[in-house]
C-alpha cells in the first residue's frame, strides 16, 4: 500500500489500496486515512455511498497523532495533527469496470470527502487539467477497479467439502480441498504429474491454513507445521499462501539477496496426496484429471454456523499444444470455488432431560460426602466430580435444592466451582436438619454424547451417614457492639421508610483511597517543601558567591562610570578656557574602561590589558548580536585613536552621544532572560511543584463528581431496588433485592467505596432477608460515616445492641476520635494538614521569619498526629479482615478441618463478630471478643 507522500497540514481524507485489477473473489485492500486538527469521536465511521456492488469487511481503526514545531521571530508554536486510520477488505461482487465509491466523513460539523487516492504508489486525482507526472484523472475520491472473470478453462478445477454438513460442539469434521488438474490424454505426458515439470508452483490461496484467519470457536486437531510439513516437497508442488522457507543457494534476483551473505526467501511447496481420476471435461467429456486432496480436521467448541474458503489458485500450468501435439506450452490459469458452511448445533430441546448439565463428550460422575458422622447443624463436605473428555464450557451446578430428600433433610449451601479442561468439581457445603440414620439420596446428572449423538445420564450411588442431635450452646459475646444475633423473620418486618434507599449521586464517588494514591496526596506538600527548599538553598549559596555577585553589580556599576564621564563633559563645556575646544586624552581612556570593565565583570576576567579584540570577544560570549559588536569595536577604535590625539570638541560631543546609545542597546540585551542563567533545580522546581500540587490534590479527592460509568451503575441498581420495592410476590421480592445488592457489588467490585453506597447495599441485603450481610453492610458504611443515624437505626433494627461492649485498644484511648471521625474525613485531615505546614514552611525559608518558623514546628506536630491516626485506620479497615458468623450452633474448632476438636464448650451464635487471623484453605482463623480463637469454613462466615 503506498503512502501517497506527506499528507497535508489541516482537514485531509486519503485513500490507499494494494491494487485496482484482481480476478473475481478476490480482495482489495482498502485503506481511509483521516488528518486533521481536531481528533475524532471513536463512534464516526465513514459512509460509503451505495455499495451494492461489493461487500465490506471492516477490520478496524487505528489512532496517532503529530506534533510540529515552528518558530517565527523567536517564538515558537507547538501543532498537532490527529490521524485516524480505518481498515477495509472489499470484495467485488460482479466483474467489469466497478468504481468504488468515495466515502464521506462527517465530524465536528463539517463533511469530509477524499482529495487523493492511492494504488500501488501510483497517484489517482480528480485534477483534469495538466497536474503531476503520473497523475490520473478519476471522479473525486473514487476507486476505479477492473474485475476479471475466471479463465473460462476446464485445465484447473477446484473444489471444497466437508464429511458433515452440521455438527455438535467438541464432534469433529474434516474439511478437504481438492485441486484437480488435467492430465496429459496421450503418450508421454499421460502418466507424468502436471506439477512436477513446472518450474514455478501454483499459488493456493487457503484462508483456514493460519490460526489467526479461523473462524472464533474453531480449534485445528494439529497445528499448521505439523499439519503441511508431511507434504513439504524440494520437487515440484504448490505454493501455500505466503509460506516461505531460507534458501543459501545464490538469488538471481538481486533484490532477494540478503544483507548476510547472499541467502534469499524462497516459496516453500507442498506435495498433496495424488491420484488419478476421470472427470467431466468442458464439453462433457470424461478426461483423466490429476487429484490432489488436502485435508484437515476441525473441532468447533461453540455454537453457530463456520464459513470455509473461498480458495483461489494462480499460475501458469502446462497443456498440450493443439498445434503441436508432441509438444507443451504453459498457459496462465486462475480459478476461485467458492464458500461452504458447516453447522454448529446445540442438542435437540425437545428430548433434553431436565437434569442435563449442559456438558459434550464422554465423562464420569463421582459423589463423596465427608464426615459420615455428624451432628445436627454442622458442616459435611459433598463433592461432585465430573471427569472425562469433553467441553465443559457451559456446564451447571446441579440445584440439589429440587431434590425433595436432600431438600427435607439437609440446608445446601451455594457451591464452589472448579472447572478445566478435563474435569468439573463442585464443592457444597451441606447441612443435616434432623438426627438419625439418614441416607443420602442418589444424584443424577445427563451429559451429551457427541459420537453417539445421544444423552448419557450417570447416577451416584447412595450414602449412609449417621447424625447425632447438638445441644445448643451459649452465645459468644460480638466483636463489635450492635452484632449480637442477627434477629428473627419478624424483626426484618421493619417500620415502614427505615431501610428507604437515598438516591444521591455521590454514591457514586470513591472515598476510600489506595495505598499509592495516600502516600502520593500526603507525601507530595513535603516533597514540594523540600524541593522549595533545596532551590532557595542553592539560590543563597549562588548569591554568596563573590564571581556571581561580581556579575549582577557589573551593569549598575558600568552605567555610574558612563554617568560621571557625562556630567564631567558636560561642565568642561561651559568653561572658557584656551584650551576649551581640545579634549584630554585621559577623557577617552576613562570613555574606553567602561566598556573594557563591563565585559570583564561579566567574564570574570582582569580588566587591565584588554584590548579592542579582547573586548568584542568577550561581547560575543555574552550572545551579543554581530551589528552592536560591530559598532563596538568602531567606537573602540575611534577611542583608542583619540588617546594619542585631540580632537575638537564637535567630535567630542558625537561619540559621547554615540557610547550612551552603545551602552543603552548592550544593557537592553544583556537584561535578556538565560536559559542557563540558573541552576537546573531552580530551574525546573517550579513548574514541577505546581503540576506535583494539582496531582496530589486530584489524588486526595478534590473532585467529587462521579464517573460516568459509575453514575451508570449506581442508577441501574437504585432501578433493581426501586422494581423490587414495587414487587408483591414474596419470592421475587427477595430475588429483586438480592438482584439490587449485587448490582451495588459490581461498584464495589471497580474499588468505589462511600457510606451511601454500603448503606444501600445493606437495605438491600435486609429485604432480601439476608441479615448478616446487611450487618456486615452498615458495618462498612460506619466506617466512612461513624455518627450516621440512619445506619445506626437499620443496624439496631436488624440486630440490637450487645450486652457486652468491646474493649477498647490503648491506641483508640489515646486518639479518642478514632471511632468517631470517618475514615475519609481522616484522610482528607491529614492531606490538608500537610499541606497547611508545608504552605508555612515554604514561607519561613522566603521571609526568615522566626515567629512563622516556631508556627511551621508547631503545626508539624498535629500534622503528624494526623497522618498517625489515617495510617491506623487504612491499617485497620484494609489490611484486617473481619467476620460475621452466618449460621446457627456454628462449632469453633482448634484446626483447619472437620478432624478437629471443637476449639470450646460451647457453640458461636448467629450474628457473632470476630478478627479473622489467617485464611487457610476454606477456613479461616478468627478471634472473638473475649480473646478466645478457633476455625471456622467459609460456609459459616460473612467476611467484610
Known sequence: MGTGGRLAFGAEMLIEADRNTLFEGEAVAYRITVVDQVRIAESITPLFGKMDDFRVDYHGRQDQNRQFLSSLNGQTTRSVQYISQFTYEIYPLKTGKIPIPAPRLMYDGKTLTPSRVVVEGRLYSSDTGGGNQGTVPVPVGSLPLQVMPQDRQDVVLLRIESDRETVYPLQPFTILLKVLVKGGSREPFSDRNPLGILEESPR???????????????????????????????????????????????????????????????????????????????????????????????????????????????????????????????????????????????????????????????????????????????????????????????????????????????????????????????????????????????????????????????????????????????????????????????????????????????????????????????????????????????????????RARQRRRAVPKARERLKNILSKSRETSHRRTPSADMVRPDFFSEMQSVFAGLVADLAGIREQGLTTADICSGLETLRITPACIERARSLLEQLDAAKYGGINRSRTNETLVEAENLFLDLERQLKKPRTDSAPPVVRFVVPFAVVLSLFSCTLSGCTFSPASEASGLFVQAQSAFDAADAETDPRRRREGFEKAALAYQRLLDRHIENALLFYNQGNAWAKADEPIKAIASYRRALRFEPLNGAVRQNLAAIAPPASKEPVESWFETLFFWQNVVGYHRLYMIAVLSAWITSGFGVLALFYRNKPLHRLTRLLAVPTLIGIVSFA??????????????????????????????????????????????????????????????????????VIY
Request: charged share 25%; net charge negative; hydrophobic share 35%.
Open 204 to 546: 493456493l490461496l487457503i484462508p483456514w491454513v493460519e490460526s489467526g484467519s479461523l473462524p472464533a470457536g474453531l480449534r485445528p486437531e494439529s497445528d499448521r507445521e505439523s499439519w503441511l510439513s508431511p507434504f513439504e516437497s524440494t520437487r515440484g508442488g504448490f505454493a501455500v499462501n505466503d509460506l516461505k522457507q531460507r534458501s543459501f543457494f545464490p538469488s538471481d534476483d538481486f533484490f532477494g539477496l540478503s544483507p548476510m551473505g547472499g541467502s534469499r526467501q524462497s516459496d516453500r511447496r507442498f506435495s498433496f496426496p495424488m491420484e488419478r481420476v476421470a472427470q467431466p471435461n468442458a464439453d462433457g467429456v470424461n478426461t483423466p484429471y490429476w487429484q490432489y486432496t488436502l485435508k484437515r480436521t476441525f473441532t468447533a467448541e461453540r455454537l453457530g454456523t463456520l464459513d470455509f474458503g473461498p480458495v483461489s489458485i494462480k499460475g501458469r500450468f502446462a497443456v498440450v499444444d493443439p498445434e503441436n501435439p508432441s509438444r507443451l506450452k504453459l498457459q496462465p490459469i486462475y480459478a476461485i470455488t467458492p464458500r461452504i458452511s458447516v453447522q454448529v448445533r446445540d442438542v435437540p430441546a425437545d428430548d433434553r432431560p431436565k437434569d442435563y448439565i449442559g456438558a459434550f463428550g464422554r465423562f464420569d460422575w463421582h459423589v463423596d460426602l465427608q464426615p459420615r458422622t455428624a451432628g445436627v447443624g454442622q458442616p459435611l463436605d459433598l463433592t461432585l466430580t465430573l471427569s472425562g473428555q469433553g467441553s465443559t464450557v457451559n456446564v451447571e451446578p446441579p440445584d440439589l435444592t429440587k431434590i425433595p430428600e436432600i431438600d427435607s433433610n439437609f440446608r445446601v449451601y451455594t457451591p464452589q466451582e472448579r472447572i478445566d479442561e478435563r474435569q468439573c468439581e463442585f464443592v457444597y457445603t451441606i447441612r443435616p436438619r434432623k438426627g438419625g440414620k439418614i441416607v443420602f439420596p442418589p444424584i443424577g446428572i445427563t451429559y451429551f454424547d457427541v459420537e453417539t449423538e445421544s444423552f448419557v445420564t450417570r447416577r451416584s450411588e447412595p450414602i449412609a451417614i449417621d447424625v447425632e442431635e447438638s445441644e445448643k450452646l451459649a452465645d459468644i459475646p460480638p466483636l463489635l457492639p450492635g452484632a449480637r444475633g442477627a434477629g428473627s423473620k419478624e424483626r426484618l418486618a421493619l417500620k415502614e421508610g427505615i431501610l428507604a434507599n437515598t438516591t444521591d449521586p455521590v454514591g457514586a464517588v470513591n472515598h476510600a483511597p489506595s495505598l499509592v494514591e495516600a502516600s502520593i496526596s500526603i507525601a507530595s506538600p513535603f516533597l514540594l517543601y523540600f524541593l522549595v527548599m533545596l532551590g532557595v538553598f542553592c539560590r543563597r549559596r549562588a548569591s554568596g558567591d563573590l
Open 872 to 941: 491506623y485506620d487504612y491499617y485497620r479497615y484494609e489490611m484486617v479482615d473481619y467476620a460475621i458468623v452466618a449460621v446457627e450452633g456454628a462449632t469453633v474448632r482448634k484446626g483447619n478441618s472437620l478432624n478437629y476438636e471443637p476449639s470450646f464448650m460451647t457453640a458461636a451464635d448467629k450474628g457473632s463478630e470476630a478478627v479473622v487471623l489467617e485464611h487457610r484453605g476454606n477456613w479461616c482463623h478468627l478471634r472473638f471478643i473475649d480473646g478466645q480463637e478457633g476455625w471456622l469454613p467459609d460456609s459459616d462466615i
